[in-house]
């Protein structure tokens, strides 16, 4: 327990989203929504059993959370609780309004702080750029979530107030990326697959977007396409994730993957358009095995007892 990962919430992140896109994919195929909330009740499980490891972690090691939450990289994993409460909040609104109204109240508040914090930091403090990497999107750009369920909840200007804070820092942060890895060397290796949190800013972005306006425009069609034009770059690159050893930031591979999904069926139910329908069942296909396959992969590392052990 000394040395429980807060990167492990991620882990909530893929599933909560798998669960989310099983949902929306069963609009067209309604055999699957039985899948979606399978995979909600295991995500949902899931979320208390870690959160009850890493309360335990905090009481009895405060040193060691501390050191977790002041770490450059390791901080920008605690806002994945307050999204893993968000993604809640999205998957129960329809069966559960109550409670997600009650997850997404506390997902919100939770991560507009976590943003405070996180700003606040990059303000206060100097950093190189070689630690700059794509885990620094998820504390501020992590709000763009906040609409889905929120339009909901509450009015749309606090909505928009949480959109407004994602999509600006999502582009400025997205500038900072492309010239990170443009000119300051490859991430290193277990940051690797956290590229693929480039592609869920504007998958999110696309989603919320067209939860707020109900249009599919031209601000969304960027949005959309982006999302995909990131992605294909992604796999064009394959040679570069199959050749990594399995650490646990492979969960980064599964929730970008399953928003991409939910956006292709979401841009579906908005046009028509057989592409959409087609991308997003490959997708979900895609996403369902990836996920399985980090899932299993995480599974041997606990099995191994290699979970818990201290940061190189």
Not at 24 to 48: C, D, E, K, M, T
Not at 120 to 139: C, E, M
């Amino acid at each position: 327990m000394q040395f429980f990962p807060i990167t492990v919430f991620a882990s909530i992140m893929g599933l909560t989203g798998l669960s989310i896109a099983f949902m929306r994919a069963a609009q067209l195929y309604p055999i699957l929504h039985s899948v979606g909330n399978g995979l909600l009740l295991l995500a949902s499980g899931a979320f208390l059993v870690i959160c009850g490891f890493y309360i335990g972690k905090i009481i009895r090691f405060p040193h060691e959370a501390q050191q977790e939450f002041n770490h450059p990289v390791r901080f920008n994993f605690f806002p994945a609780i307050s999204i893993c409460l968000l993604l809640l909040a999205i998957a129960m609104m329809e069966s559960n309004p109550s409670l997600a109204k009650g997850l997404w109240v506390a997902g919100a508040i939770a991560h507009l702080t976590f943003t405070l914090i996180a700003v606040s930091r990059w303000i206060g403090r100097l950093y190189s750029i070689q630690q700059f990497n794509p885990s620094w999107f998820i504390p501020v750009v992590g709000n763009i979530l906040v609409p889905i369920a929120g339009v909901e909840f509450a009015s749309k200007e606090i909505s928009w107030f949480f959109y407004s804070i994602g999509l600006v820092f999502w582009l400025s942060l997205f500038a900072i990326m492309i010239y990170r890895l443009g000119f300051h060397g490859d991430l290193p290796g277990k940051l690797v697959p956290t590229l693929f949190i480039l592609i869920a800013p504007p998958a999110i972005g696309f989603v919320s977007y067209f939860r707020l306006t109900g249009s599919f425009d031209a601000a969304g069609r960027i949005m959309l396409y982006l999302a995909l034009f990131i992605a294909i770059l992604l796999f064009t690159m394959y040679k570069k994730f199959l050749a990594l050893p399995f650490f646990m930031s492979w969960w980064a591979y599964t929730f970008p993957l399953c928003a991409l999904t939910i956006a292709q069926f979401i841009a579906f139910r908005a046009t028509q358009f057989v592409f959409f329908q087609y991308s997003g069942t490959v997708l979900l296909m895609l996403s369902s095995l990836v996920t399985l396959l980090v899932a299993v992969k995480t599974l041997g590392l606990i099995r191994a007892g290699k979970l818990c052990v201290p940061e190189e």
